[in-house]
């Protein structure tokens, strides 16, 4: 292998340790939310008419699943390697931001549908979101921080894949509360969040008179995002089929 390929190889190591770094990293929700469960932690609930009117639609779940796959979107789409390692940090300060106020300022949501029986798709999957998301840690939505830091980090290379991927963030903010996993103001406070992590981060990366070749990588390459997507949700529906409900014991 010669010394181009070496790099090559060793810059693609680089972004995919540096990709499972932050999903690690991204799994002390789960045992922050779980801690405070199990605590029984006093939590605000921050009811707002904007949740009061906006109805249940369960097959919402659809677009909530995106950020499955909406987060690993500069993976596909940011080049440059100095700018890709201050996106990893972005994602870091989100989180960071986002667990600080799930101690401080816990929020609980309490106004999930019951009655949900996984006699179709929708229902299986929504309880499946439900069982993996326990109810605390939703301010900020970290789900919408994500998803939002992700779009705002291809927007700076990409402004046509980056508008997307915001339209994508938006639907997935309005998803939380249509399957009410999230109250308004943690959908506020998540695009918040993800906005500073970019400005400080992000935003001061010079990129004027650069090739657009060194900033990002073709077009195509976005297109594993949608396929990742069908995939999963391929496989969830295996996993329907076959009766799979982890969430009773």
């Not at 870091?92 to 549908?113: D, G, I, K, Y």
């Not at 089929?241 to 982890?246: F, H, V």
């Amino acid at each position: 292998m010669d010394a181009q390929g070496e790099r090559s190889w060793g810059l693609l190591l680089e972004r995919l340790g540096i990709a499972v770094v932050v999903v690690v990293i991204y799994m002390g929700y789960f045992w922050i939310n779980q801690w405070l469960v199990a605590n029984k932690v006093k939590a605000y609930v921050p009811m707002t008419w904007v949740d009061h009117n906006v109805p249940f639609v369960g097959e919402w779940v659809y677009v909530y699943a995106l950020v499955v796959i909406s987060g690993f979107w500069p993976m596909v789409v940011v080049r440059d390697r100095y700018l890709f390692r201050r996106v990893a940090l972005s994602f870091l300060s989100v989180q960071s931001l986002a667990w600080v106020c799930f101690v401080l300022v816990p929020v609980q949501t309490l106004h999930r549908p019951t009655g949900l029986a996984p006699t179709s798709f929708v229902e299986w999957g929504l309880l499946l979101c439900y069982w993996l998301d326990l109810p605390y840690c939703c301010f900020p939505s970290l789900h919408v921080g994500m998803a939002a830091m992700a779009a705002l980090a291809c927007w700076k290379v990409d402004r046509w894949i980056g508008g997307v991927a915001i339209g994508v963030a938006v639907l997935i903010g309005a998803s939380t509360l249509f399957v009410k996993q999230h109250y308004f103001v943690d959908v506020v406070g998540g695009f918040v969040v993800a906005g500073l992590a970019y400005r400080w981060w992000v935003a001061p990366y010079p990129i004027a008179g650069k090739e657009s070749s060194t900033l990002r990588f073709s077009r195509w390459w976005s297109l594993a995002v949608p396929i990742l997507y069908v995939t999963g949700v391929g496989v969830a529906y295996g996993a329907y089929l076959s009766k799979w409900t982890p969430w009773q014991p």
